[in-house]
């Protein structure tokens, strides 16, 4: 059995979700985009673009995934 609370954060996100699409129709001024996949593309370039740094100051990158990058080089500062 539902209990009354669980039935009105339903309504809740469905009344929202129905602004939103209702804002994203209505709406001929702006155009919509999707956030998602920008920010991975964003931070895919900021990671080679740092590698590329640390490549042409002498340090041999070894890039595997974004969560594992390792200096083959050790660097003195």
Do not use: C, P, W
Request: glycine fraction near 6%.
């Amino acid at each position: 059995m539902k209990t009354g609370s669980s039935n009105k954060a339903k309504v809740a996100i469905a009344n929202r979700m129905a602004r939103g699409i209702f804002y994203i129709l209505s709406n001929k001024d702006v155009r919509y985009r999707e956030l998602g996949t920008v920010r991975v593309i964003d931070e895919e370039k900021k990671i080679k673009n740092l590698i590329n740094q640390l490549k042409s100051l002498g340090v041999e990158v070894n890039h595997y995934t974004k969560e594992k990058i390792e200096a083959v080089t050790k660097i003195s500062a």
